[in-house]
């Protein structure tokens, strides 16, 4: 147990798994969304993705800040964000052709956060 | 009457003794004295000579030499069997490569010990064993090299709880080396291998740890009846790699422990109520 609650003891293991639970909320009520559902999971939706988004900023900092530049981590980093504005831009312009696929996006989203908190479990 | 004066000290035995005994025990004193040199001295840096390669030309064999604070541009080559040892572990004590183009330090004799030094700066290795038995390599720093250790064909060799992380190709290479024990060393995010054993056999290799180096954590290739216990290669391309190799015995090995994937199970159904939670919570509040 006490190995467990070591993981914790590095911030960038705190912010993604913080990061996940709430990639993880945002995504159960974008589906709601895309159902149709109410208001609420509208704004349920909003808080958490972009609180989601300040954190995937502050990770991306930590790691330009701890890492300094290496090509593929930067890469990867600019393709995540470019991933986040792709989704955003199809939610605000809801245009029907690209909208039917938002979820498979908000999918790939909660895919990423499972692979910030992989590489941030301390080893 | 003669026995009386026997006994009182004055016969001729008795004078021998009285007029020998202190040249006796001067020449023992003297032999003494001159063995001293025979017995392992200890010789310090920088204080009795400038650079470690003069310590080493200068010491005699089982002769310790104490690395004292600082950062040495040498490449050192130990031809005989000495003990070199930091005064206050690797982090204080570094050894630069002059020639980037040499081995930082050359261990050439049987039974050297190298301990609590840090060696970097070489684009060929940090630490190099070659046709050497019985040494051991205890508790060292060996990056920013193109190899942390290197060992060519040497065996009977200990290599502890050093730490070979960052060099360009390999944490740790053995090439041709037999019966070496290779243990609790950490080889991380090196440019290609942690540990590469090649064409070695009968080593024991356990309790290393090897994350996040750019291929594998561990690779044996045409390496036979290797023992390999208890070493973490966690998060590596490859975690290990057996090949060209048999009659290795493995137990106790880790490239994907549990807590990888517990964790992430546990935060997405901690999404999940925060999610439940915070609908109830925002109905509660606009109903």
């Known amino acids: 147990m006490s190995e467990f609650f ?25 589906l709601q969304l895309v159902k149709g559902a109410s208001f609420i999971e509208g704004r349920i939706h909003r808080i958490n993705g972009f609180s989601s988004i300040t954190l995937y900023t502050a990770l991306a900092v930590l790691a330009f800040a701890t890492e300094g530049l290496r090509i593929w981590s930067d890469l990867a980093w600019i393709t995540g964000f470019l991933v986040i504005l792709l989704k955003i831009s199809i939610v605000r312009k809801r245009r ?13 989203l909660l895919l990423m956060w499972l692979f910030l908190v992989y590489i941030h479990i301390p080893v | 009457m003669n026995k009386l004066r026997c006994r009182r000290g004055s016969g001729p035995v008795n004078k021998f003794m009285k007029n020998r005994l202190p040249i006796a025990f001067l020449i023992i004193l003297f032999l003494l004295w001159s063995s001293v040199p025979l017995l392992a001295a200890t010789i310090n840096v920088p204080a009795d000579f400038k650079t470690v390669q003069e310590a080493v030309n200068a010491a005699s064999a089982n002769d310790t030499i104490v690395v004292g604070e600082g950062t040495y541009r040498e490449n050192i080559v130990v031809p005989k069997p000495l003990v070199i040892r930091s005064s206050k572990g690797p982090a204080h004590s570094v050894i630069h490569a002059f020639k980037i183009m040499a081995p930082v330090i050359t261990i050439a004799a049987d039974g050297v010990t190298v301990e ?9 290795s940090g630490i190099t064993l070659s046709r050497v038995k019985n040494s051991s390599i205890i508790n060292n720093e060996a990056t920013g090299n193109w190899i942390g250790i290197t060992l060519r064909r ?36 090196n440019d290609d291998k942690g540990i590469f054993v090649s064409y070695s056999n009968g080593n024991t290799i356990k309790e290393n740890t090897l994350n996040l180096n750019a291929w594998e954590g561990m690779l044996l290739w045409v390496s036979n009846n290797n023992t390999i216990t208890d070493n973490r290669t966690l998060r590596n391309t490859f975690g290990m790699i057996i090949s060209e190799s048999s009659d290795n015995a493995l137990s106790g090995n880790t490239s994907f422990p549990n807590i990888f994937l517990i964790l992430p199970i546990l935060l997405i159904y901690i999404g999940i109520i925060s999610y439940l939670v915070q609908k109830n919570v925002l109905r509660f509040i606009y109903r």
């Open chain 1, 96 to 108: 029907r052709r690209s909208f039917k696929y938002v979820s498979w996006i908000g999918g790939t």
């Open chain 2, 116 to 124: 609590g030094l840090s060696f970097t700066g070489s684009d060929v």
């Open chain 1, 6 to 30: 070591s993981l914790f003891t590095s911030i960038q293991t705190v912010i993604a798994s913080i990061g996940l639970i709430l990639a993880t909320s945002s995504f159960i009520s974008g």
């Open chain 2, 154 to 189: 040497s065996d009977g060799n200990r290599i502890s709880d050093n730490t070979a992380n960052l060099n360009k190709s390999y944490g740790i290479y053995m090439e041709y080396s037999n019966n070496n024990t290779v243990e609790r060393n950490t080889a991380n995010r």
